[in-house]
């Protein structure tokens, strides 16, 4: 009896062992289970955000950008398929904890800024640990290019674009943004302006997670950065490698940066992240719409509170967000 004892706790400890090394040396089982809970929440929000959404919006969705898989967008137009002249373009890049979401997550949002108006276009990108940092970058750039192209076939303006974001695709966007206005940061990202900084008309960032170097690594959210950290970057050190500290948007931002509507929640753990930026743009010079909510106060607004249209703070920011927009037309 006690050898078969004996041989059960090897074996425990061996599979202990083994999902241990699993989940600390391989970016995968982390980044599945990751998947399965923002799909979870997507759908959820998707099915929240159906009510909201008008009737007689145009689609055109699955267009490639790119050879590869998962570069495709979907645009989605007013009634009608017209947008008033001077409106910009809004390309969103959707969160997701860089290996996680999809570009379905955004679109009930999009229909909804479709219906006041406006061009939107939802872009896929490559998640981690498939891509490395900084593919989902090139991926949003490579989509910016196919949209000066072919914008005016479908039906959008291409020299009013403004770059957009929630959660990890604001980190995305900001960084793409951060690239096209600033010649020495596109350098050292290895990028190819794919539009000119004129056509760049502005950013909306919302719940970002500008500054992997600033983040608190202790705690259960601390070990999912981690988990996040080396699914994107190869390591779940911070300190541990120079891209890292190049992915920290807020230290290589200049005055080129255009406009930007930056907005998180009281409750979301990445808050502290958004006013930093809009700080470190502030400083430049660069004009910067917030809305922010003081930590005191209650509710406790979570992570992405902006697609939750049945509570009053969604709403606010629905509304501020369209006079953001509707400001960029001259």
């Known amino acids: 009896m006690r050898r078969r004892a004996k041989r059960i706790l090897l074996l425990c400890l061996g599979l202990a062992f083994i999902g241990y090394a699993a989940f ?20 959820k929000t998707t099915a929240a955000l159906a009510n909201h959404v008008p009737f007689g919006i145009r689609e055109q969705r699955d267009i490639r950008y790119g050879s590869a898989e998962d570069e495709r967008l979907d645009i989605y137009l007013p009634p009608g ?3 008033e002249a001077g409106r910009p373009t809004i390309v969103w890049v ?14 009930p949002y999009l229909r909804i800024l479709a219906g006041r108006g406006f061009a939107t276009v939802a872009i896929g990108y490559t998640r981690a640990p498939t891509a490395r940092y900084p593919t989902p970058v ?27 974001g929630d959660s990890a695709g604001a980190h995305i966007a900001s960084q793409l943004a951060a690239g096209l206005t600033g010649t020495d940061y596109a350098g050292r990202l290895g990028l190819k302006p794919a539009i000119a900084p004129a056509s760049l ?81 502030r400083d430049r010079g660069v004009r910067v719409d ?41």
């Open 24 to 43: 600390v040396l391989s970016p995968w089982p982390s980044a599945l289970l990751t998947r399965l809970a923002f799909g979870y929440g997507a759908s």
């Open 81 to 83: 398929g017209r947008v």
């Open 94 to 107: 959707h969160g997701g904890a860089f290996v996680a979401g999809s570009r379905q997550d955004v679109a």
């Open 138 to 164: 090139l991926q949003a750039n490579a989509a910016l290019g196919f949209l000066q192209r072919e914008g005016q076939r479908l039906g959008l303006d291409p020299t009013r674009i403004v770059l957009a």
């Open 201 to 281: 008309r502005g950013t909306v960032l919302f719940c970002g997670a500008f500054d992997p170097t600033a983040f608190e690594l202790t705690g259960p959210f601390g070990g999912f950065i981690r988990s996040v950290l080396l699914a994107y970057f190869g390591t779940s050190n911070p300190f541990d490698s120079e891209r890292i500290t190049e992915a920290a948007v807020p230290r290589y931002v200049t005055e080129a940066f255009p406009p930007s509507f930056i907005s998180v929640g009281n409750g979301d753990p990445l808050a502290p992240q958004s006013v930093v930026m809009a700080q470190a743009l």
């Open 290 to 330: 917030t809305l922010f909510f003081p930590p005191e106060t209650e509710p406790k607004l979570p992570h992405e509170y902006q697609f939750d249209l049945g509570r009053p703070e969604g709403k606010q920011a629905l509304e501020r967000l369209t006079a953001f927009l509707n400001g960029l037309k001259n």
